[in-house]
């Protein structure tokens, strides 16, 4: 009986040893996967980050070029009360405007100088013209040519609204740059 018992107890030992190194054989495999699992994710990982940056750059540049047709969309700058210097707010328009300029060397516009009612037809013919200098020679500075602007001063003569109020005055000291 004693021979039965080691029999059935080595028949146990070798099953459960059979069983151990069928074990450990199938960890060796699952490190492999997990390993190729690791690395196709972090090739998905650099894939995705690489799809969101170039997103990212797209839509900036889309805010860009909208940014770019709103500021050429901009043709009227406003001046303080005999002031001949534009708004330092005017700039970054201004800057697209020469640049756009800068780029289409065969475009020409007309800087339009206006002044409102107050003081007198030629002091306002001066300040108009002043003011449209301004502008040119700021655009000028940022990469137009000279000979792709003309300039023109109506003074008081052209007035955008005919109100004596200040919000009137306002809208007529101006320049308009004309394509």
């Known amino acids: ?6 029999i059935k107890l080595a028949l146990v030992l070798f099953a459960f040893s059979g069983f151990v190194a069928c074990s450990s054989s199938s960890e060796e495999v699952i490190p492999e996967e997990v390993a190729e699992t690791s690395e196709s994710g972090v090739d998905a990982t650099a894939r995705r980050a690489q799809e969101m940056e170039e997103e ?14 709103s ?11 005999d002031v001949a210097e534009f708004r330092p707010a005017d700039r970054d328009v201004l800057s697209y405007h020469a640049r756009d300029l800068a780029t289409d060397v065969s475009k020409r516009i007309r800087l339009e100088g206006h002044a409102d009612e107050r003081g007198t037809r030629e002091y306002n013919l001066a ?3 002043r003011r449209s200098n301004a502008i ?3 655009l000028i500075v940022n990469g137009a040519s000279r000979n792709q602007i003309e300039t023109v001063s109506y ?6 609204d005919r109100g004596t109020a200040e919000a009137a005055y306002q809208r007529n000291r101006r320049v308009e740059i004309i394509d």
């Open 56 to 69: 990212a750059t797209r839509r900036a540049a889309a805010a860009e070029e909208r940014m770019v047709r």
């Open 127 to 129: 300040l108009g013209e």
């Open 155 to 160: 003074g008081e003569e052209r007035p955008a």
């Open 136 to 138: 040119m020679n700021y």
């Open 1 to 6: 009986m004693k021979i039965n018992h080691l």
């Open 71 to 81: 500021a050429l969309a901009t043709k009227v700058f406003y001046f303080d009360f």
